[in-house]
Nanobody, 120 residues
Framework: QVQLVESGGGLVQVGDSLRLSCAASGRTDSVDGMGWFRQAPGKEREFVAGISWSVISTYYANSMKGRFTISRDKDKSTVYLQMNSLKEEDTAVYYC?????????????WGQGTQVTVSS
């Protein structure tokens, strides 16, 4: 089992930046792909970005490229999502997920999510 705990969400204003963290624990050696997803009120969950523990590789949803950056610290077993120039439409619950594979079509473990609210 892998446990994921997100942090760093909060209430910010349009144009602000925010960095989310996802701390992984447990059998972290059993997963390779890590991803960030988000779900806005009344909308389906959508993929934001993915990263590998084992290789230097990242990928993003097309709409997230440029403002969002995913990174990881292997020593801390933590994945980050740096979000810049935030917009109101970025308001959502952001989830971290882990997969045995990279790139991942499916994710095996999920965190509880952290709320990001962008206000004008």
């Amino acid at each position: 089992q892998v446990q994921l705990v997100e942090s760093g969400g909060g209430l910010v204003q349009v144009g602000d930046s925010l960095r989310l963290s996802c701390a992984a624990s447990g059998r972290t050696d059993s997963v390779d792909g890590m991803g960030w997803f988000r779900q806005a009120p009344g909308k389906e969950r959508e993929f934001v970005a993915g990263i590998s523990w084992s290789v230097i590789s990242t990928y993003y949803a097309n709409s997230m490229k440029g403002r969002f950056t995913i990174s990881r610290d292997k020593d801390k077993s933590t994945v980050y999502l740096q979000m810049n120039s935030l917009k109101e439409e970025d308001t959502a619950v952001y989830y971290c997920a882990a997969s045995r594979y990279y790139p991942a079509d499916e994710y095996d473990y999920w965190g509880q999510g952290t709320q990001v609210t962008v206000s004008s």
